[in-house]
């Protein structure tokens, strides 16, 4: 079945800094999708960032990259030069590639950068 | 380019009472996937919707039913309300087929329900 496990339930960063979420997933499927959406206060979900099973190398946009390491199942964000705009919830998740849209949610990290 | 539009924002019912949820995805998107979001749960998958047909549904009870449209639109609606379908209810909709790069879910700002 799947899973999505992010184990930070809070985490705090100074403005500037970089900071890694951590996201670690299940599942049987050789192809599925991995994202990360942002959740402010106001409760829109962005998206930020994807990672296929199969490329090679980690996404990248923007101030926003994912350590893919395959074997370990793990997915992390990393956010680079934080921003007091960037406090807000992280949400990992995970799509199977077989059976439709059905998309599977982390927990959530809460993320606060301190100015 | 409009984006994924929930109507209404926020609502407040009674136990007992039911509710519709109304989600128009954006232009071309023919996927439509509704998710409950509660402090306790987080964000669990109700069902999803591509070409009017449902693909797939999550562990809810039966008074959680949906449908799609043939312009993509979809409906959610909640029968027999209790306390606890008080929660963030967001709907999202993605463009291509699966397996392809990039089809990210797009979501809507979501309708706050409140069961009273």
């Known amino acids: 079945a799947q899973k999505i496990t992010q184990t930070q339930p809070g985490m705090f960063v100074q403005e500037k800094e970089a900071v890694t979420l951590d996201c670690t997933y299940d599942?049987?499927?050789?192809?599925?999708?991995l994202f990360w959406y942002k959740q402010p206060s106001s409760g829109e979900m962005i998206f930020l960032i994807y990672?296929?099973?199969?490329?090679?190398q980690n996404a990248t946009e923007g101030r926003y990259s994912l350590n893919f390491q395959k074997a370990r199942k793990s997915a992390n964000l990393v956010i680079s030069a934080s921003q007091l705009g960037d406090s807000a919830m992280y949400f990992c998740?995970?799509?199977?590639?077989?059976?439709?849209?059905?998309?599977?949610f982390g927990a959530g990290t809460r993320l606060f950068v301190k100015a | 380019k409009a984006g994924v539009t929930q109507t209404p924002r926020y609502l407040i019912k009674t136990r007992g009472q039911q509710v519709t949820l109304s989600c128009s995805p954006i232009?071309?998107?023919?996927?439509v996937s509704w998710y409950q979001q509660t402090p306790g749960q987080g964000l669990q998958f109700l069902f999803e919707?591509?070409?009017?047909?449902?693909?797939n549904k999550g562990n809810f009870p039966g008074r959680f039913s949906g449908r799609q449209f043939s312009n993509s639109r979809s409906e959610m609606n909640v029968s027999t309300l209790e306390l606890g379908d008080s929660a963030l209810y967001l709907c999202?909709?993605?463009?291509?087929?699966?397996?392809?790069?990039?089809?990210?879910?797009?979501f809507g700002q979501g309708t706050r329900l409140t069961v009273v």
């Open positions: 599942t049987s499927d050789p192809s599925y999708g």
């Open positions: 919707y591509f070409s009017e047909t449902q693909r």
């Open positions: 990672q296929g099973s199969y490329d090679q």
């Open positions: 999202a909709s993605s463009l291509v087929p699966e397996g392809a790069k990039g089809t990210e879910a797009f």
């Open positions: 998740a995970m799509r199977e590639n077989t059976g439709g849209f059905k998309t599977i």
């Open positions: 232009s071309g998107h023919r996927s």
